[in-house]
């Protein structure tokens, strides 16, 4: 008998930074722009889990997806792909996962998008059946 794979989901109801704005950004004050990914990271982890004791860890290399949702088309795909980073970097940050390498994540994450009026993404983690 197999095991049940373990995933959850959550919902980050805003536009994260794009690369653009972190680089301008970087450019200007490297120190600001580290504080800036630090605050992005915890509002991140705050807004999607209120404080609340995280509902899951996962212990086993997972595959990750993100439906990322936009209001226009005014910003390029891969440029707002680059929020998969602040999200990855906080997921580890709060131990959800251990690590983002590919010793635990060993697929690259799936994306997909839409332009339907609304700035959020939607991430689903599915520990791999090893």
Not at 33 to 43: N, Q
Not at 48 to 59: D, E, L
Request: glycine fraction near 6%; charged fraction near 25%; proline fraction near 6%.
């Amino acid at each position: 008998m197999k095991n049940k794979q373990s995933q959850y989901n959550f919902n980050i109801p805003f536009r994260l930074p794009t690369l653009n704005e972190y680089m301008n950004v970087e450019r200007g004050n490297r120190y600001k722009a580290a504080a800036w990914k630090r605050e992005t990271e915890d509002k991140i982890f705050y807004t999607c889990f209120a404080g609340n004791k995280v509902p899951v860890t996962f212990v086993t290399p997972v595959t990750i997806s993100f439906w990322w949702h936009l209001k226009d088309r005014r910003l390029d795909w891969d440029n707002v792909m680059f929020g998969q980073k602040f999200i990855l970097d906080s997921l580890v940050g709060h131990k959800i996962i251990p690590n983002d390498g590919q010793k635990w994540i060993p697929k690259p994450p799936l994306h997909d998008g839409i332009v339907d009026g609304t700035e959020s993404v939607t991430v689903e983690i599915t520990e791999c059946l090893l």
